[in-house]
């Protein structure tokens, strides 16, 4: 959580935008319900929290009224029509996307295949990302690296901000 909260303020610091990303609720679809079982279905439903998006954010992050923050409905940020994430980025200019959060191996790689596939350079940040298991983290990140972006530590990502 420290690392993304520096990476936050030094990209707004470099004029850059910082978008929050939440799950949104949603009926789980009737393959969600037959894969994971009704209650599990039930449980991913609920995972993003009840209440407005901004009150369901980490309670240490600082949030400025410039950021976005956006709730997505599928693994993926940048699902198109699960997200209104791939709408409010073209006309900012934005052309480059540093992916920060959890689960690594879930949705921190499923947003950045996707957002990949939408033309951005992707930034994985190494130790800005979590998952249960560090086989996971790890596999993750060689995937990106090797096909989908780069992959670079919190401390150089602040270098290249500034």
């Known amino acids: 959580m420290p690392n993304i909260a520096t990476i936050a303020t030094a990209l707004r610091n470099a004029g850059g935008l910082v978008v929050w990303v939440l799950p949104g609720l949603a009926e789980p679809s009737a393959v969600a319900q037959e894969f994971y079982g ?65 689960v690594t191996n879930v949705c921190c790689e499923a947003s950045a295949r996707d957002a990949s596939t939408l033309g951005y350079r992707v930034v994985m940040v190494a130790d800005a990302n979590a998952a249960r298991r560090d086989e996971d983290h790890n596999a993750t990140l060689y995937t990106i690296y090797r096909t989908y972006g780069d992959v670079r530590p919190t401390a150089e990502v602040l270098d290249l901000l500034h």
Request: aromatic share 8%; hydrophobic share 35%; charged share 30%.
């Open 38 to 102: 009704p209650e599990q279905a039930e449980v991913f439903r609920r995972s993003g929290g009840e209440g407005s998006p901004r009150s369901r954010l980490w309670h240490e992050f600082e949030v400025d009224d410039a950021d976005l923050i956006v709730e997505k409905t599928a693994t993926s940020a940048f699902f198109p029509g699960r997200s209104p994430l791939p709408e409010l980025l073209p006309g900012r200019g934005i052309d480059t996307v540093l992916i920060t959060g959890t």
